[in-house]
């Protein structure tokens, strides 16, 4: 088997369901009741329009034979036609993708399995453009934008060097275990699991560390790696800071790597700064926090996760004012994604740190179905409170939800 996952590690793939780094495609079609094989062509089409996607975006793992809910169903394929659909990748594709492919049952149902790397340059399908993947779904992109997002990856790829002075004994191998048990590739020995997701290397008898590596995993004081990969955490009494014997603000806490730690410190530093108020629900009073949870926390961890390390000058910052939380993290944003784009809660995906994104996504750190953003909008909108407001100046990225009463105007 060529795939990187074995055929015991894909069931946790395919219970993981769709998003940014997996998609499954039916070879049935289902439409007039009972089902009948999907045409050959069709499928071929879909699975081009499929590798082409994750080959633009981050890569990923496509499962052919899969329904939407992660079952496997099969195909009703000859052996000749199994092997047109592997060939996809390079018979569909300009410039061709060198997927590892792979054949393997599951569940009695033989189910193909197609694993894309990221592509180096924009990946077209033949007369029908340039597919991206966004979550769970793919739409279609400018080649000048995807181009331009992988020379920027090309430029700032931090995450993906790596450190000549790190040795594995710099990692916390236990902790390492532990956050990624989770994962399809949780019960590998270690070692096997960090190089599956790229984060070591094997070169001439000796394991290489990268950055995202350390940042993930590094033992604690682990600032040596990264003088402000940490996350701190103020409260400002007012709806301004103030300075000098007016000042106002109070540093919380702060959180330092590495991120498998500091994501769940963070979340408890600025979860402890969310007011609570008590709402008549019925016959009873229930508390109701100022902000929607899942906003707040979707708003960090997008933010530790996305921010760009190449800077060692500043924080993760999360500012809690009377009136409303503004988080900002060091970077600009990434093509395709626009603060248009965002604004208008639509759907967009473009991230510098595709490794530690996969990492968090994959151990449910984080969600990679697309609809983060747009969520947000809704929960703000469903507690009747202000849209939020979105700016990237000067190299910052900041994002405000307001409290009742706040607002940009």
Known sequence: MSVHLSEAEIPTALSQGEGQFREFKSAWDRSAGSPRKLNWKTLRDKIADAVAAFANADGGLLFVGVEDDG??????????????????????LRPGVRCRTARVEIDGK??????????????????????????????????????QRKQALRVVGYEQRFRAEATLDDLDLELAGRFLDRTPVGKRAIEEALAYYGLIDRYLGQWKITN????????????????????????????????????????????????????????????????????????????????????????????????????????????????????????????????????????????????????LAEVGAMRDEGEGIARIFDEMADRRLPDPDIECDSGLFTFRLFAEGGGSG
């Open 71 to 92: 079952r496997p169903s099969g195909h009703g394929y000859s052996d000749k036609h199994v092997e047109g659909l592997l060939a996809v990748p390079d018979s569909r």
């Open 110 to 147: 033989e189910v193909l399995v197609f694993d894309v790397p990221q592509s180096t340059e924009a990946v077209m399908v033949e007369a029908d453009g340039f597919p991206y993947r966004v979550g769970a779904g793919i739409q279609l992109e400018p080649q000048e934008l995807i181009n």
């Open 212 to 359: 995202a590596g350390l940042l993930l995993f590094a033992r604690r004081p682990a600032l040596k790696w990264h003088p402000r990969a940490g996350i701190r955490v103020f409260r400002v009494a007012g709806r301004k800071r103030l300075h000098g014997r007016r000042r106002n603000v109070t540093q919380v806490g702060r959180a330092d790597p590495p991120l498998a730690l500091s994501l769940t410190e963070a979340r408890a530093l600025a979860g402890a700064q969310v007011r609570q108020s008590e709402r008549l629900n019925g016959l009873y009073f229930e508390g109701v926090p100022e902000y929607p949870e899942f906003a707040w926390q979707e708003v960090l961890v997008n933010a530790i996760a996305h921010r760009d390390y190449e800077v060692t000058s500043r924080e993760t910052e999360v500012w809690f004012y009377d009136d409303r939380v503004e988080i900002s993290n060091p970077g600009n944003l990434i093509a395709p994604v626009t603060l248009e784009r965002l604004r208008e809660g639509g759907r967009a995906h473009g991230t510098r740190n595709p490794m530690l994104v996969r990492v």
